[in-house]
């Protein structure tokens, strides 16, 4: 009896207990009706809004405020006590927060500074390092759209997202980019990505870390391109396949650039916190692009609204910088940047070390180590950027941008001789760009939209030096004014196919002045070149192939000279994982740079800009052809490409010899043949890689013996490997190291180092470029540290030390008659950057 009675309470028990459970959850409409009943209220509302909704009801003990209290907490609905009988229950005026962590599809990486805004308000905010974001007082029933850089752009409820429970994961999708998708999010770094296309695009906002580097500098971190390199360590000096820095094309929001470098090529001049992307094109240039026989390096800053006021400030042992994101209206904005240098005002190691490096083969540093002698130097650069944007509607829109880069150096000096007799000199350098672009952009339909661009460039480095007891006064004069217009017009013809057809105009004006008060001379060569392009393209994107082929059509009105380019770009996948890409192109180049003496402009910006004359100095032009193989499977990827590029209608004063050629004027070409190779493994908390490229590359001019040597940018092999390491979320470090061939140099005849001409003498050098440096080592290091300084306010410490071992590495090699025994030759060896540590603090808001 006892048992049974056991079991008769057992199972009462657990029916209460289903009965419980099954009352804990009921419907929003039951609870309105019994709200009702029990405090003689009348409810308003809509049957839609509360259909689906479901609750554990509120405790029977709460009196009318309380209830109406735990229902607005518990529910997505504003229910509002009218008066003492009548009660409204709507989604009107409710806010909630929301929040979530925004990963990529595939991946699963967070999206770092991935942008979520309140549709239909200036509301929005960034994702944090870690793709995470949260927004308070967000109307229950307002769409928030997500976006990202190469992603498909997400809408959703705010509903799904109310933290009410927990933060949601949001996936975003990698999305087409103008027919020319991304193909790897995250290429060797966060904010390094590759496009289908080959082209690889530098996001500023999402850039990671690279060794060495304490902020995303633009010049410097695509060197961690395979193929991209710079043989003394300058960014003023980039060598793309073996090619010379003049023979890339710099574009800056579609404005040609004629300079590069803050502190004579070691700092990239351009902004990196306002410049938003950046692509690289070594090959298969889209016929859109000439004038840059090498390479085309495409810099855009942002180009949408962001409807928010932000910006970001931060300073490192060289200069400090700032920026703002300033909304006027609902369809203006102004976008502005600035920064400069601090060492007119105070030195630092870095600056020691920088000021060393650049200046180690000039007047300057070679007068300062003369005994008896005294001298001062006061050197500083800064920069600025505006850009204006005016959307007049969702389908027209208008940009004007405007960008200033300037470097001054003042140099004083003192000497006494041996008779007691004091000789002063000052001198000054200023080198300077000024861009100014304007754009209209109209979609017309959602097939055809077109795009008219004009800009005007003027480049000019003027130096001036004083001798006082003598006042004799040089002076020297490079200037470039350089105008153009374009028209784009593209075509959907499908969903996958595309036609571009555009024209462009360029005016390039060159002038080269030399003058001496005492005695007078004046030495002005002024020339000008207009150029009418025509181009045309065709794009197809289909299930795992990609074809691009166009045809750029080239007039020089001075010269009645006509030039065609034909392009090509080829991508066919094979199976999931692998895929093979053929790339091609014809392009050509009228302005370059050569170097009439290596102590113009007081040795430290020797190269001048000069215009084609299609007699001594023709237009170059360059034929490249590139086969590869790429794998991408579990975040490996894999890429081997072979390319061949000749350039023809280089002159020998171009090239910046060191042997019995540098005073001679000829014309020839040069060859460059080679293997890129790359290999590089990610995961969510690191990214490894190794890159090796051997290349030949040797020059042929005719007028010469001998005809055929090799290139002063010569490197037979190349390798650099580093790896990015996630320690913590917010904390990260890279270390990488780069070994290459010593570059070719010439030497003097053994036993017969110098040669007479009349009273005059000079090195007697042996067969050009027969020998070759020591080859070049490097060890780099960076470490950021990410935090929040509030709600809103993000900072980053970065530290960077290039050259961690200090590598005594030579970088240049020639040689100078002996003053002291002409009958000798004296080695004179340009050295790399030592051990250079460098500091950085950003706050952004």
């Not at 939209?449 to 006042?471: G, H, I």
């Not at 490079?478 to 595309?498: A, F, H, P, Q, W």
């Not at 199976?575 to 740079?593: D, R």
């Not at 940018?713 to 580093?722: E, G, Q």
Request: aromatic residues 10%; hydrophobic residues 35%.
């Amino acid at each position: 009896m006892a048992s049974k009675l056991r079991l008769f309470l057992f199972l009462v028990v657990v029916h209460l207990g289903f009965s419980q459970n099954d009352k804990s959850i009921v419907p929003l409409a039951t609870i309105i009706e019994q709200l009702e009943k029990k405090f003689d209220v009348k409810v308003s509302y809509s049957v839609n809004d509360v259909e689906s909704v479901s609750i554990k009801p509120p405790a029977v003990d709460l009196n009318l405020n309380e209830t109406l209290v735990y229902l607005n907490q518990n529910t997505l609905l504003n229910w509002q006590l009218l008066d003492e009988r009548y009660i409204t229950v709507s989604v009107i005026g409710k806010t909630i927060s929301i929040c979530g962590t925004i990963i990529d599809e595939d991946s699963k990486l967070p999206l770092y500074g991935a942008s979520v805004v309140v549709v239909n308000s200036t509301r929005g905010v960034s994702a944090n390092d870690l793709g995470e974001f949260r927004i308070d007082d967000v109307p229950v029933n307002a769409l928030i759209s997500i976006s990202y850089l190469g992603y498909t752009t997400k809408r959703v409820s705010a509903k799904l997202l109310n933290n009410s429970n927990s933060c949601q994961i949001v996936t975003l999708q990698p999305n087409n980019e103008e027919l020319s998708e991304i193909l790897i999010t995250k290429f060797l770094t966060t904010g390094l990505q590759k496009r289908i296309d080959g082209s690889v695009v530098l996001n500023t906002e999402q850039f990671g870390i690279l060794p060495g580097l304490i902020e995303p500098d633009i010049l410097q971190s695509i060197q961690a391109l395979p193929g991209v390199e710079s043989t003394n360590e300058s960014i003023a000096n980039i060598n793309v396949r073996g090619g010379t820095n003049d023979q890339n094309l710099v574009l800056w929001d579609g404005i040609k650039m004629y300079h590069s470098g803050h502190f004579f090529g070691l700092i990239t001049a351009y902004n990196p916190f306002l410049t938003n992307k950046v692509v690289v094109s070594k090959n298969g240039t889209s016929s859109e692009f000439s004038d840059g026989v090498s390479s085309t390096i495409n810099m855009f800053t942002k180009n949408e609204l962001s409807k928010k006021l932000s910006g970001g400030a931060g300073f490192n042992l060289i200069s400090a910088d700032a920026f703002l994101e300033i909304p006027i209206s609902k369809s203006l904005e102004l976008h502005v940047s600035g920064r400069r240098s601090y060492t007119d005002a105070f030195n630092t190691p870095t600056y020691e070390n920088y000021f060393e490096r650049s200046f180690q083969d000039s007047d300057i540093n070679t007068n300062e180590e003369l005994s008896n002698s005294s001298s001062t130097s006061d050197f500083f650069f800064y920069d600025y950027s505006a850009k204006l944007l005016l959307d007049i509607n969702d389908e027209h829109k208008l940009r004007a941008n405007i960008i200033a880069i300037n470097n001054n150096l003042d140099y004083a000096e003192s000497s006494t001789n041996s008779n007691n007799e004091t000789s002063s000199k000052s001198s000054n350098l200023k080198q300077e760009n000024l861009g100014v672009g304007f754009n209209y952009s109209a979609n017309w339909s959602s097939r055809f939209t077109t795009q008219l661009s004009a800009y005007y460039s003027k480049y000019n480095v003027d130096a001036e030096e004083l001798t006082v007891e003598t006042d004799q006064r040089l002076t020297q004069a490079n200037e470039v004014l350089d105008t153009g217009i374009k028209l784009n017009t593209n075509y959907s013809i499908n969903d996958n196919l595309n036609l571009l057809i555009g024209y462009q105009l360029n005016e390039t004006g060159i002038l080269n002045e030399t003058s001496v008060s005492a005695p007078s001379y004046i030495r002005t060569k002024k020339d000008v070149l207009i150029n009418h392009s025509g181009y045309s393209e065709l794009e197809y994107k289909n299930q795992g192939t990609y074809f691009r082929a166009g045809i750029r059509y080239n007039y020089f009105q001075k010269f009645n000279k006509s030039i065609i380019e034909p392009r090509l770009n080829l991508r066919q996948e094979i199976g999931n994982t692998l895929a093979v890409k053929v790339e091609g192109e014809f392009k050509n180049q009228s302005a370059t740079q050569i170097i009439d003496f290596q102590d113009d402009f007081l040795g430290v910006e020797n190269r001048r800009w000069i215009l084609a004359n299609e007699e001594t100095i023709p237009i170059s032009t360059s034929q490249q052809g590139s086969v590869g193989l790429e794998y991408n499977h579990n975040n490996l990827a894999i890429d081997i490409t072979a390319f061949h590029k000749t350039v023809e209608g280089i002159t020998a004063s171009n090239q910046g010899f060191y042997n019995n050629f540098q005073f001679l004027n000829a014309t020839g070409d040069y060859t460059s043949m080679g293997i890129e190779f790359l290999a590089n493994k990610t995961s969510r908390n690191y990214s490894a890689w190794i890159s090796y490229i051997y290349s030949t590359n040797d020059y042929e001019f005719k007028a010469f013996t001998p005809s055929i040597f090799p290139n002063n940018a010569d490197i037979r092999h190349s390798v650099s490997t580093a790896v990015n390491y996630n320690i913590l979320d917010d904390l990260e470090i890279s270390i990488g190291a780069i070994w290459r061939s010593g570059l070719p140099f010439t030497k003097p005849v053994d036993g017969n180092e110098t040669v007479q001409n009349g009273n005059t003498t000079f090195v007697n050098y042996d067969l050009p470029n027969n020998e070759n440096l020591d080859p070049f080592k490097r060890i780099d290091a960076s470490l950021t540290y990410a935090f929040k300084l509030g709600q809103g306010v993000n900072a980053k410490v970065n530290l960077g030390v290039r050259n961690l071992t200090n590598e005594e590495n030579v970088i240049n090699r020639y040689f100078e008659v002996d003053p002291n025994d002409d009958s000798k030759a004296i080695q004179i060896d340009n050295k790399s950057l030592g051990f250079t540590p460098n500091f950085s603090f950003r706050i952004n808001f």
